[in-house]
Structures are given as structure tokens and as C-alpha cells.
T-cell receptor, first 116, second 115 residues
């Protein structure tokens, strides 16, 4: 089974620009989550999508948004980039959480975003 | 609030030594899940184990073992006879209640295994 894929792997953008990152989950996984990893803040949850609906959202400003398509692929968008947005953005896929049951997530290789 | 603490930021051992990575968590939920992930230098997080709050049995998988103790809110990870390939950053994480698959991560422990 193919793993989680993320594109692009590396990006360099300028302050004020916007960026779109893409994630394709493992076949059969309908839940996709996004995380930001920085040296200072560590791994932080951005949002989770299931059935094209945002299910959970972390504590990030509205400049961070996402969406999920009917084939479970997901994109995240960051508008008006700031220097502090430089990070590794990780996408993870899993079976959808049900009731109080949550499942292990499988992570992609990440997109390393550098904002200059 | 939910929180995961990995007090050891960096550990260095010599190959074949046993090493234990500590994880302490905080949550008010009675139903929660604990995870361990490995992040090698390549950067991709690799899933190691998932454990729910109702299952306190210890688990062993090859050289890896996990000790879950609700009384001390700890979920520690031991690598027996460490190898150079075990060098990585290890993260403990928590998901809880109705928060879906949202993970709260600890700060990670960097393990360096020297030959």
C-alpha cells in the first residue's frame, strides 16, 4: 500500500505571499490531519478533515485554512505568509475517529516551507 | 487541559545499552489514547504503538516495550539492546474524548546511540 504523499517537498516563499500544500492519504483512509512542526513550538495540530468537513481545529490564526476533496485528498493554504510560518508541515491520514475511539495516524514526509 | 511532558530532551547511550524514554500526560478525560512515534533524520514520523486508557497491560514488540501506568499518568518506552539505527527523536502523544484524531504531542526526546 502506498503511504501518505505530500507535495511539494520543499518551498521557498516571500513574506506576504500565500501557499498551498497538498496531501494524498493512504488508500481507504478518510481522515486527514495537518500538523506544523517548528523547533520552538514542536508539533502542533492544525486541523482534521473527514468527509470533506473540518472536524477539529487547532489554535492557529484564520490565515491557515484547509479543505478536503471527495477522494479524501486534502490541501492546506496559508495566506499572507509571515516569517514565523517557516516550518515542516506534516500531513497524516487515518481511519476516522468514531465516538471516543481514535486511531493511529500515518504521516507523510512533510513539506518544508521557508518564508523569507 | 491536555498535556504531554517528555522531560528528557536528549539521551545519549552506547550501542547495546538499554534506554527508557519517559512520558507523563495530563487529561481529565477517562477515555483517551496514547501513542509513540519515531522521527528519524529523514523527518517522517513513524507510528510505533497505540494504547487506550482501559488497557494497562504492558506491551513488548521485539526490542521495544511499553509500560503504561494510570496511577502515575505515565507511558514509558524502553528500547532493549539499543542499536545505532534507533537514533531518532521519539514523540509521545495523546488523543482524548471526542477530539477525534487530534494529537497533542510531547516535546520529544532525541536519542543518540553511539557505536
Amino acid at each position: 500500500k502506498a503511504g501518505v504523499t505530500q507535495t511539494p517537498r520543499y518551498l521557498i516563499k516571500t513574506r506576504g505571499q500565500q501557499v498551498t500544500l497538498s496531501c494524498s492519504p493512504i488508500s481507504g483512509h478518510r481522515s486527514v490531519s495537518w500538523y506544523q512542526q517548528t523547533p520552538g513550538q514542536g508539533l502542533q495540530f492544525l486541523f482534521e478533515y473527514f468527509s470533506e468537513t473540518q472536524r477539529n481545529k487547532g489554535n492557529f490564526p484564520g490565515r491557515f485554512s484547509g479543505r478536503q476533496f471527495s477522494n479524501s485528498r486534502s490541501e492546506m493554504n496559508v495566506s499572507t505568509l509571515e516569517l514565523g510560518d517557516s516550518a515542516l508541515y506534516l500531513c497524516a491520514s487515518s481511519l476516522p475517529a468514531s465516538g471516543k475511539i481514535s486511531y493511529e495516524q500515518y504521516f507523510g514526509p512533510g513539506t518544508r516551507l521557508t518564508v523569507t | 487541559a491536555q498535556k504531554v511532558t517528555q522531560a528528557q530532551t536528549e539521551i545519549s547511550v552506547v550501542e547495546k545499552e538499554d534506554v527508557t524514554l519517559d512520558c507523563v500526560y495530563e487529561t481529565r478525560d477517562t477515555t483517551y489514547y496514547l501513542f509513540w512515534y519515531k522521527q528519524p533524520p529523514s523527518g517522517e514520523l513513524v507510528f510505533l504503538i497505540r494504547r487506550n486508557s482501559f488497557d494497562e497491560q504492558n506491551e513488548i514488540s521485539g526490542r521495544y516495550s511499553w509500560n503504561f501506568q494510570k496511577s502515575t499518568s505515565s507511558f514509558n518506552f524502553t528500547i532493549t539492546a539499543s542499536q545505532v539505527v534507533d537514533s531518532a527523536v521519539y514523540f509521545c502523544a495523546l488523543s482524548f474524548g471526542n477530539a477525534g484524531n487530534m494529537l497533542t504531542f510531547g516535546g520529544g526526546t532525541r536519542l543518540m546511540v553511539k557505536p
